[in-house]
């Protein structure tokens, strides 16, 4: 089965500073990445996703970047906010099923 | 707001005590699933299903049961409940025709065994 490894497991930054957040997975049938974001106490929710026909995405501060080839793919937030500090989960899945397969989650805290 | 709705939010067990964990989805996804967060392990898939005739066991299912009594209520029983089965479990929904991939969370049921 799929093997998802997240890294780091914990990530300490000055409000202003960017952030990264590194996954790499195992099955080359793996086609579908999210990442969901954890606040404390609550749910987790998705918050960016790519397909493996797309090599990057933005959304506004974030954005997520896809190697297929080495297989790994990575959440980039800029300008980093004290708002942004949770728990991020990367995800891996393929077609058919797309069972989410989660990394084990990257506490980020964020400094004012 | 369309939701998923877990049944008891937290609950303390004693060790040896059966305990099943409700959750009710008023989104209307065909899929549900139970998973279970530890600190530093994640999360992690025990049951799911795709619809009321089906239920497939996932990476930890074993100490764990689950019954789809319909499309939207989906349950997780722990028969003999032992303290590592203390943590925070969630069940969750998706419908990958209608909204992509995206896995929409319950608030999460905390248990605790002692």
């Known amino acids: 089965g799929e093997n998802v490894e997240q890294h780091p497991s914990t990530l300490s930054v000055q409000e202003g500073d960017s952030a990264v957040i590194k996954c790499t997975y195992s099955d080359s049938a793996s086609n579908y990445f999210p990442w969901y974001k954890q606040e404390l106490g609550k749910r987790p929710q998705l918050i960016i996703d790519i397909r493996s026909n797309v090599g990057e995405k933005k959304d506004q501060r974030i954005a997520v970047t896809l190697n297929k080839t080495a297989k790994h793919f990575s959440l980039h937030i800029t300008e980093t906010q004290p708002e942004d500090s949770a728990v991020y989960f990367c995800?891996?899945?393929?077609?058919?099923?797309?069972?989410?397969?989660f990394g084990r989650g990257t506490s980020l805290i964020v400094h004012p | 707001d369309a939701d998923v709705t877990q049944t008891p939010r937290n609950r303390i067990t004693k060790t040896g005590k059966r305990i099943m964990l409700e959750c009710s989805q008023t989104?209307?996804?065909?899929?549900m699933y139970w998973y279970r967060q530890d600190p530093g392990l994640g999360l992690r898939l025990i049951y799911y299903?795709?619809?009321?005739?089906?239920?497939n066991k996932g990476e930890i299912s074993d100490g764990y049961s689950v019954s789809r009594q319909a499309q939207a209520k989906f349950s997780l029983s722990l028969e003999s409940a032992i303290p590592n089965q203390t943590a925070l479990y969630f069940c969750?929904?998706?419908?990958?025709?209608?909204?992509?991939?995206?896995?929409?969370f319950g608030e999460g049921s905390w248990l605790t065994v002692v």
């Open positions: 969750a929904t998706s419908d990958p025709g209608r909204n992509g991939n995206t896995i929409y």
């Open positions: 995800a891996a899945s393929s077609g058919g099923s797309y069972i989410p397969t």
């Open positions: 989104k209307g996804h065909d899929r």
């Open positions: 299903s795709f619809d009321v005739k089906d239920i």
